[in-house]
């Protein structure tokens, strides 16, 4: 059995690095690429200084104590225009996503206690600038009308102890839990993760066992098939899944130095949580081309189940929320329990049973379809008319 692994693992080895090279630059150089790109484009961290136009049409003390709060608010850049005409033009050009616009009466109608008025137009086109923009139009608002609420109560004499009581009967203490500042890199980042290798490692395999087939290099495997197929099968994608897990502790440890992710729970169950992903998504490779036997329909599969499954993890919503067929497709994916697995032990730092549960889940089903990849694998190999032309 010894002999069985050290051939075949040689022989990935000199099939990547020796007779296709490209299959090496695709395996350990290619992801880095892409997650390097994703990773350029979110290299902001947290959407801050978001550029708001503002409209000053009062031009009084309390409009301009308006608009030095905009200033002090973490999540808007105010930019003043002097037109509401203007603002709009700039802000269906892109220039500003959001406009402010202050009412000529607005400094008369808070001194005379008849309520002031403030326009607003916010560019929802993209969510995360929408979300901040306006998380932080209502936090300066909020805050002025809370002053302005205590003093008109202070002058009518109410105490000050009872103002807040008065002011807003009903109070909330507001406190985000796990990713206050809306750093996205947090959970798309950490969900590209598991995308991009999900695509790499099965098309890998997928291409590496397929290829043999096609070139009718299987032919000298076939005596190690035919004695020991699940054996042979495992030495091969072994391969593979070491090599890329060990590219998934590279991209784990750049994204969480470099972008300083939080690990408020176990980086060991993170780690396994890794190595289970890469296992599931190397053993459905192999399902797929012992399902197949045609390298171009199989790298097809691989594509129409990897491509699309970002969408599926649950970063942009729960996975709860979806339609019941897309609850389902989600958790069999690997991707969308590493993903899971990430915001329990690097955000939340809870639910470790919940954690061991999705990476056991994984273990089992990349169980099931590495033994049935190897039962169909071994099949193809077994007799010449499934082999390609021989070179």
């Not at 010894?2 to 150089?29: D, P, Q, T, Y």
């Not at 290299?43 to 708001?52: A, T």
């Not at 993760?193 to 043999?212: E, K, M, N």
């Not at 889940?361 to 499934?386: E, N, P, S």
Request: glycine share 10%; with cysteine.
């Amino acid at each position: 059995m010894k002999n069985i692994w050290h051939r075949l693992i040689r022989r990935e080895w000199a099939f990547i690095f020796k007779r296709k090279k490209s299959c090496g630059f695709f395996m350990l150089v290619y992801p880095f690429v892409i997650m390097a790109i994703v990773l350029a484009i979110f290299s902001g961290k947290v959407l801050d200084k978001i550029p708001v136009g503002v409209v000053d049409n009062s031009s009084g003390y309390y409009s301009r104590e308006l608009v030095r709060t905009l200033k002090s608010n973490r999540f808007l850049a105010p930019r003043p225009f002097a037109t509401v005409e203007a603002a709009r033009k700039a802000l269906d050009q892109g220039r500003i996503y959001g406009v402010v616009a202050i009412d000529e009466s607005y400094d008369k109608d808070l001194l005379k206690n008849s309520g002031a008025g403030i326009k607003a137009w916010i560019n929802n086109e993209y969510l995360l600038v929408g979300g901040n923009l306006t998380k932080g139009l209502n936090a300066v608002v909020g805050a002025l009308q809370a002053k302005y609420q205590r003093r008109n109560l202070a002058a009518l004499g109410v105490p000050s102890s009872m103002e807040d009581s008065f002011a807003a009967p009903l109070q909330v203490s507001e406190n985000i839990l796990y990713n206050p500042g809306m750093n996205y890199i947090y959970f798309l980042g950490l969900g590209l993760l598991p995308a991009v290798l999900q695509l790499f490692i099965c098309i890998s395999v997928s291409y590496s066992l397929l290829w043999d087939i096609k070139t009718y290099h299987a032919r000298r495997l076939r005596g190690i098939f035919n004695e020991r197929p699940y054996t042979a099968c495992a030495a091969r994608v072994s391969f593979y899944v070491a090599g890329y897990f060990a590219v998934f502790a590279v991209m784990l440890g750049g994204v969480i130095a470099f972008f300083q992710v939080p690990i408020e729970g176990s980086l060991l169950r993170v780690v396994c949580g890794g190595a289970a992903f890469v296992f599931m998504t190397a053993s459905t490779g192999l399902f797929f081309a012992g399902g197949t036997n045609n390298l171009r329909l199989c790298l097809s599969v691989c594509a129409v189940y990897a491509a699309p499954a970002f969408a599926y993890y649950g970063v942009s919503f729960p996975v709860q929320s979806m339609p019941i067929l897309a609850r389902l497709w989600a958790e069999f994916l690997p991707g969308t329990h590493l993903n899971r697995i990430f915001v329990n032990e690097l955000l939340r730092g809870v639910n470790g049973a919940g954690t061991w549960y999705d990476i056991l889940f994984m273990t089992a089903v990349g169980g099931v379809c590495f033994a049935l990849g190897a039962k169909g694998y071994a099949r193809w190999i077994k007799r010449d008319k499934y082999l390609g032309p021989q070179l």
